[in-house]
């Protein structure tokens, strides 16, 4: 794992091109409304008998301010009141979905997503831990994952102290960039004494896990100015690091027009921010995951990687792949065995659908068995680097090479090229091919060639 990346420009200047970042396979652009809510209660109730583990997922969309960058399922207001009725079809969505699950069906792992989950007051908070221990199997003894997303301008000691009682034991920290020229144009003003303070009530709190999330890409960033951000959250030790791309698509995400595209850095610009990133990042001790995100060597992911035992979903590189996902709230999505469905992401409708005691489910997709087979290989390439052929030909009955004779020239050019390494027996993804991964997986995407590749960002 020393030698986790090799950074070669002609290579990415090659593959660098827009795809999705598989957080499922088939991506959420194949979802269709033909997947309702009886699918959803179908797949429960197979959950139930398979006795599966749960991983909930609670979106919270609330935020008080906008950032301009931000591209997720979110509602401004400073209208502290409207969480409490939000609250409300969140319950009666627990109840519905719960019916369907055995009381015995322990939730391994739990995220609080948004939005900004802290936009809730103590109380709601509480009141929203409670809810969910009631209509399902939540851990007291402190040994599941329970993580929340935080803006450490909406959380301070006291907040910190109650989400550590309240049963989280991991943190994500937006920050994005610390330099005050970037962060005004993008209107999120943020001091690093905000975010240490939240960090380090985190470390006394004895959370287990911290991750701190950059983007690079931003307005009025520069190779230099970047550096300096990463400089800085180096010395905040955080376990994990996110350090995404950030991609500019103002026709689909209205906060985005506010930002003026001549304030962008240039490619060359952004590439000199990553190699860079990388290189600060590696002599501090973080290894490479994959697709943006870095880890210290006893990290959880980092030691799954190891171990070849990491997964992927749509909350990221995971250790509980193997739990069925539960999504809760606007927005949110579910992976259920072969079913993905996704609640509405119009919070009139979510909350009108819940209001009449039906679930929000809006659309969604049941895997076939190609989608099953591509999905493996997939999550294979994605997080271990490598796919040993034997595996797959045995867990789905097939000969690899004649399933996917066609795509056989694409893989040798990706070989000869250097970014894999291809023989009769397995693909390995070489240190050169590790940044560009999602191309790697874009050969083995049934549907990518029907979609229209705007939607998606550069894989760096």
Same mark, same amino acid.
């Given at each position: 794992?020393?030698?986790?990346?090799?950074?070669?420009?002609?290579?990415?200047?090659?593959?660098?091109?827009?795809?999705?970042?598989?957080?499922? $396979?088939?991506?959420?652009?194949? *979802?269709?409304?033909?997947?309702?809510? +009886?699918?959803?209660?179908?797949?429960?109730?197979?959950?139930? %008998?398979?006795?599966?583990?749960?991983?909930?997922?609670?979106?919270?969309? +609330?935020?008080?301010?906008?950032?301009?960058?931000?591209?997720?399922?979110?509602?401004?207001?400073?209208?502290?009141?409207?969480?409490?009725?939000?609250?409300?079809?969140?319950?009666?969505?627990?109840?519905?979905?719960?019916?369907?699950?055995?009381?015995?069906?322990? =939730?391994?792992?739990?995220?609080?997503?948004?939005?900004?989950?802290?936009?809730?007051?103590?109380?709601?908070?509480?009141?929203?831990?409670?809810?969910?221990?009631?209509?399902?199997?939540? @851990?007291?003894?402190?040994?599941?994952?329970?993580?929340?997303?935080?803006?450490?301008?909406?959380?301070?000691?006291?907040?910190?102290?109650?989400?550590?009682?309240?049963?989280?034991?991991?943190?994500? =920290?937006?920050?994005?960039?610390?330099?005050?020229?970037?962060?005004?144009?993008?209107?999120?003003?943020?001091?690093?004494?905000?975010?240490?303070?939240?960090?380090? #009530?985190?470390?006394? @709190?004895?959370?287990?896990?911290?991750?701190?999330?950059?983007?690079?890409?931003?307005? %009025?960033?520069?190779?230099?100015?970047?550096?300096?951000?990463?400089?800085?959250?180096?010395?905040?030790?955080?376990?994990?690091?996110? =350090?995404?791309? $950030?991609?500019? @698509?103002?026709?689909?995400?209205?906060?985005?027009?506010?930002?003026?595209?001549?304030?962008?850095?240039?490619?060359?610009?952004?590439?000199?921010?990553?190699?860079?990133?990388?290189?600060?990042?590696?002599?501090?001790?973080?290894?490479?995951?994959?697709?943006?995100? *870095?880890?210290?060597?006893?990290?959880?992911?980092?030691?799954?990687?190891?171990?070849?035992?990491?997964?992927?979903?749509?909350?990221?590189?995971?250790?509980?792949?193997?739990?069925?996902?539960?999504?809760?709230?606007?927005? #949110?999505?579910?992976?259920?065995?072969?079913? /993905?469905?996704?609640?509405?992401?119009?919070?009139?409708? /979510?909350?009108?659908?819940?209001?009449?005691?039906?679930?929000?489910?809006?659309?969604?997709?049941?895997?076939?068995?190609?989608?099953?087979?591509?999905?493996?290989?997939?999550?294979?390439?994605?997080?271990?680097?490598?796919? %040993? +052929?034997?595996?797959?030909?045995?867990?789905?009955?097939?000969?690899?090479?004649?399933?996917?004779?066609?795509?056989?020239?694409?893989?040798?050019?990706?070989?000869?090229?250097? @970014?894999?390494?291809?023989? #009769?027996?397995?693909? %390995? =993804?070489?240190?050169?091919?590790?940044?560009?991964?999602?191309?790697?997986?874009?050969?083995?995407?049934? $549907?990518?060639?029907?979609?229209?590749?705007?939607?998606?960002?550069?894989?760096?």
């Amino acid at each position: 794992m020393l030698d986790a990346i090799r950074w070669d420009t002609d290579l990415i200047r090659r593959y660098d091109l827009a795809g999705p970042r598989y957080t499922s $396979y088939p991506t959420a652009v194949q *979802f269709n409304s033909q997947v309702g809510a +009886f699918d959803l209660l179908h797949a429960l109730r197979d959950s139930r %008998k398979a006795q599966r583990p749960l991983s909930l997922y609670v979106h919270i969309p +609330f935020c008080a301010n906008i950032c301009y960058y931000c591209a997720c399922n979110k509602v401004i207001t400073k209208d502290r009141s409207r969480a409490l009725p939000y609250l409300q079809r969140l319950e009666q969505e627990m109840q519905l979905i719960a019916c369907h699950l055995a009381p015995n069906q322990r =939730v391994e792992q739990l995220h609080f997503g948004g939005g900004t989950p802290t936009f809730l007051n103590h109380d709601e908070l509480r009141q929203l831990m409670a809810l969910l221990r009631k209509h399902f199997n939540l @851990l007291d003894d402190d040994s599941g994952d329970y993580g929340i997303e935080i803006d450490p301008r909406e959380a301070d000691w006291s907040t910190m102290g109650l989400l550590r009682e309240l049963g989280f034991n991991r943190v994500s =920290v937006g920050l994005q960039d610390l330099d005050p020229a970037v962060q005004r144009a993008v209107n999120r003003l943020q001091s690093l004494e905000e975010t240490r303070a939240v960090i380090e #009530a985190a470390r006394t @709190l004895q959370f287990r896990s911290i991750n701190i999330d950059l983007i690079y890409g931003l307005p %009025k960033q520069t190779p230099e100015n970047f550096a300096r951000t990463v400089d800085e959250v180096i010395s905040l030790q955080p376990d994990r690091l996110s =350090v995404f791309n $950030y991609a500019h @698509l103002p026709e689909r995400f209205m906060p985005q027009r506010r930002i003026s595209s001549t304030e962008l850095p240039a490619p060359a610009e952004k590439l000199q921010m990553l190699q860079r990133s990388i290189e600060q990042l590696t002599a501090a001790g973080y290894r490479y995951i994959g697709m943006d995100h *870095f880890a210290l060597p006893d990290d959880e992911l980092a030691i799954a990687q190891e171990e070849s035992t990491l997964q992927r979903n749509f909350q990221g590189y995971t250790t509980h792949g193997h739990c069925d996902l539960i999504g809760l709230g606007v927005s #949110a999505i579910s992976q259920i065995g072969d079913l /993905y469905c996704q609640n509405s992401s119009d919070l009139t409708h /979510y909350q009108n659908a819940l209001a009449g005691a039906q679930l929000a489910t809006s659309r969604g997709l049941v895997c076939n068995a190609d989608d099953r087979l591509r999905r493996e290989i997939i999550q294979q390439l994605i997080c271990n680097f490598s796919l %040993k +052929f034997e595996d797959i030909e045995h867990a789905f009955n097939i000969d690899f090479r004649g399933y996917f004779h066609e795509l056989w020239p694409e893989l040798q050019g990706m070989a000869d090229d250097g @970014l894999i390494e291809l023989d #009769a027996e397995a693909i %390995k =993804v070489l240190p050169a091919g590790r940044l560009l991964v999602r191309s790697v997986c874009m050969v083995f995407d049934a $549907y990518l060639g029907q979609q229209n590749r705007q939607r998606f960002s550069r894989v760096i």
